[in-house]
C-alpha cells in the first residue's frame, strides 16, 4: 500500500498514530468513525484523493517569510510569494539583490516597477494599528456637566 500511494511508510505511521494531517488535509486513521455509514474508500478513490492533495499543497518552510511584490503602475498586478526563492524564481532575478531591497539597503524600485515587503510585518503592523486605535477610544473621557453655569467635573474630587 505504501508503494500504491507513494507515501514513505514513517510519515504514514506518524499520522496514524500521532494524528498529524497528511498534506494539512487528510486524516489518516486506522478507528472506525461511528457516526459514518460503513462506506469505505475503495484503494483507486484514496490513490486519486492523495494525488489531488499533492497537486493543491504548497510546502512552506516554517523560518519562510511571505513577501509583498508591488507593482508600481497598477496594484492589480500585486504578487504575494511564500518565500524569497519563490519570488526570485518568478522574476527570474538575483535572491540576494532582491533581499537587499527588502532590508532597505537599496532604495528605490527593483527593476524599475516592483516594490518589496514582507507580508507578515504588514499584517502585524496593520493588527497593532487597530488594536491601538481600539484601546484609544476605549479610554474613559472626561464628562462636564454644566450645572447652574458652573461647570462640575465628575472625575475631580471637590
Known amino acids: ?4 500511494i507513494n507515501i514513505h511508510h514513517n510519515t504514514l505511521n506518524d499520522c496514524l498514530y500521532s494524528g498529524n494531517l497528511y498534506l494539512d488535509s ?17 484503494l483507486d ?20 517569510k511571505a513577501i509583498l511584490a508591488e507593482f508600481k503602475h497598477d496594484s492589480k498586478k500585486n504578487l504575494e510569494f511564500d518565500s524569497l526563492n519563490s519570488l526570485a524564481k518568478h522574476l527570474k532575478g538575483d535572491r540576494q539583490v532582491i533581499r537587499e531591497y527588502l532590508k532597505g539597503t537599496k532604495s528605490g524600485y527593483y527593476r524599475g516597477i516592483w516594490k518589496f515587503t514582507y507580508s507578515l510585518f504588514l499584517l502585524f503592523y496593520c493588527f497593532f494599528l487597530k488594536k491601538k486605535k481600539t484601546v484609544k477610544n476605549s479610554k474613559k473621557k472626561k464628562k462636564t456637566v454644566k450645572n447652574n453655569k458652573k461647570e462640575i467635573n465628575p472625575n475631580k474630587r471637590p
Open 26 to 42: 487528510l486524516l489518516l486513521s486506522l478507528d472506525l468513525i461511528e457516526e459514518t455509514t460503513n462506506e469505505l474508500l475503495t
Open 45 to 64: 478513490k484514496l490513490i486519486t484523493l492523495v494525488k489531488h492533495a499533492r497537486d493543491i499543497y504548497k510546502y512552506k518552510h516554517p523560518a519562510a
Open 1 to 4: 500500500m505504501y508503494d500504491r
